[in-house]
């Protein structure tokens, strides 16, 4: 069964694709968006990118905890065929 997306991890998601589009734009083509919108390494910009950290930090630490919950330890039956 599939847990259901709050508010947290709609966030989180949102933040951590547009880190990753932003690092994209700064390896293909070295334009940083958000520095672009908000000021290069003004405070608005530096929240955004701590933003973008924590919220990959609690990416990984859902995905590891969704890791545990859906793996079926069911045992491994070999067939004699």
Known sequence: ???KL???DW??????????????LV???NFNLVAAI????????RIIYVLVGLSAI???YTAT???RH???HEPHIRSMH
């Open 1 to 3: 069964m599939m847990k």
């Open 6 to 8: 709050g508010a947290i």
């Open 11 to 24: 966030i989180a998601y949102v933040l951590a694709i547009v880190g990753g589009l932003n690092w994209g």
């Open 27 to 29: 390896g293909a083509f």
């Open 38 to 45: 908000f000021g290069e390494m003004s405070a608005l910009s």
């Open 58 to 60: 609690y990416l990984i």
């Open 65 to 67: 905890k969704l890791g």
């Open 70 to 72: 859906d793996v079926h």
